[in-house]
């Protein structure tokens, strides 16, 4: 995720770069001008457009008012920041109008326009509309309370007005934040005699380029994020193993379930396990039919020593004892070859040790 945002971050960086438009040309207003002006972000204020009066303030900021002095002496002033600023920073029509008590009395203290001062081409300040002045007092004034003390029931207007409404803050947040991005990278580049953009782009192909590459990159990390989780392939299912303490202990299971659990263990490719699953198979057989005594602590050599010497299957027992400690306590992997082995010696064990038990049930029962 941090080399994406790296990405993002170049690639909105190289592309506010390479994409210049004209500056907005500041003017010289006389004062009757300024008074005028001042007027027209009133009455958007009035009115409820407080989006046109902020653009209407951050214009007459970037403005200087030229004044004559009583000899004859003559300059240019800024535009009070003070009154304006707060109105062109606004982000709601609530901040926007906190400032509206402070911009009637700058108008007032300036002088009202002659016809001889504001010059033909001043723009008359527009009059407020005032069906759209009833509509805006309508929509803020208060719903009288029905009798009970009950609020008025709002009317639901649907999940994506709602959603629209709950995001105005921030999409007013991200646009206001490009508009002075776009001044910014401006300022960087200097002005053209002929007033036209170099890349011959406005705003509006700005922010649809900036849009589009937010997009494609936004694609490109939930591509990333998806392979991310797919992971790796499961590993070929194999028999599930027991708790180790299972696996150890000879009697947690009977002899042919010792058998069926060594070929289980030989298929999933785990020979050394399988090993230890048919010598306990032995050793449980070796239970049953009488020939060993199993007593917690016994090693496996003295479980061999145990056993007769005059039965035929004693020398078959101890290597398969001796096969068995080699690959369990020698060794970390056992080879397929060594696994044969041991199934084999155990096989034949198993043979031996039950035919033993069969000939000697009969021997009782004659």
Partial sequence: MKRLAAVLQAVLAGAAVLLLAAPVAAETISIGTY???LSEVQARLRSGDWIAAREKARRLLADRVAYGGDR??????EPDASVLGPIARAGRLDQARASSAALDRLIAALPEASPEASGAGDPPVPAPDPKLLKEVEKRQALAELPEGGLLPEVQDRGLLAALAEFLKPAVDFFEDLLERLWEWLLKLFP????????????????????VALAVILAWVGWRVL????????????????LPPAADDDPLSREASEWERYARELAAAGRAREAIRAWYHAVLVA???????????????????????????????????????????????QSEPEA????????????????????NRDRERAA
């Fill in 191 to 210: 002005e053209r005699s002929d007033g036209a953009s170099p890349l011959g782009l406005d705003m509006t192909t700005v922010t649809a380029l900036v």
């Fill in 286 to 332: 070796l239970y049953r039919a009488g020939a060993l005594h199993y007593r917690k602590g016994r090693t496996n050599w003295e479980y061999v020593s145990q056993v007769p010497p005059g039965l035929s299957w004693r020398a078959g027992f101890a290597e398969l004892t001796r096969s068995f400690e080699r690959e369990w306590y020698g060794r970390d």
């Fill in 339 to 358: 696994l044969r082995e041991s199934e084999g010696m155990a096989l034949h064990l198993l043979t031996a040790v039950r035919d033993t038990a069969r």
């Fill in 72 to 77: 004859g002496d003559q300059g240019a002033l």
């Fill in 35 to 37: 008074r005028a002006r």
């Fill in 226 to 241: 998806r392979n991310r989780r797919r992971g790796a392939a499961a590993p070929p299912a194999g028999p599930a193993p």
